[in-house]
C-alpha cells in the first residue's frame, strides 16, 4: 500500500511564504499526475494545483503567479511553494496522486492526510 505524507504547513503572517512537501512511501509503484487541493472551514475542497509526470502544471486562477507546484520524481516527492500568502489561503491543504500499483496492476488515487496552513493577517 502507498501512502502519501505532507509536511511543511504552520503559521505565517500575511506576505510570508511556505513550502509544502508530500512524500509517497511504498513498494511497487509508480506515480502519474500528482495534486494539492486545499479546504477552508465550510468551504468545499478545491484544486490548487496539479503536475503531470512529465512536469507540465496547471493552477488555479487565484493561486497564478504566487503559488509553483514542482516534483522530484526519484523522491517521490510533490512541492508546494506559496508565497504573498493571504489570509484566504488559509486552509487545510492537501497532496492527492494518481498512483499505478501491481498485483495486480491498477490506478489508485491517494490521499494525504492533510498539512494546516494559517495565515495571519
Known amino acids: 500500500q502507498v501512502q502519501l505524507v505532507e509536511s511543511g504547513g504552520g503559521l505565517v503572517q500575511a506576505g510570508g511564504s511556505l513550502r509544502l512537501s508530500c512524500t509517497a512511501s511504498g513498494s511497487d509503484f509508480s506515480i502519474a499526475s500528482m495534486r494539492w487541493y486545499r479546504q477552508a472551514p465550510g468551504n468545499l475542497r478545491e484544486l490548487v494545483a496539479s503536475?503531470?509526470?512529465?512536469?507540465?502544471?496547471t493552477y488555479a486562477d487565484s493561486m497564478k503567479g504566487r503559488f509553483t507546484i514542482s516534483r522530484d520524481n526519484a523522491k517521490n516527492t510533490l512541492y508546494l511553494q506559496m508565497s504573498s500568502l493571504k489570509p484566504e489561503d488559509t486552509a487545510l491543504y492537501y497532496c492527492n496522486a494518481d498512483i499505478w500499483v501491481s498485483r495486480p496492476r491498477r490506478l489508485t488515487s491517494t490521499w494525504g492526510q492533510g498539512t494546516q496552513v494559517t495565515v495571519s493577517s
Open positions: 503536475i503531470t509526470a512529465g512536469g507540465a502544471t
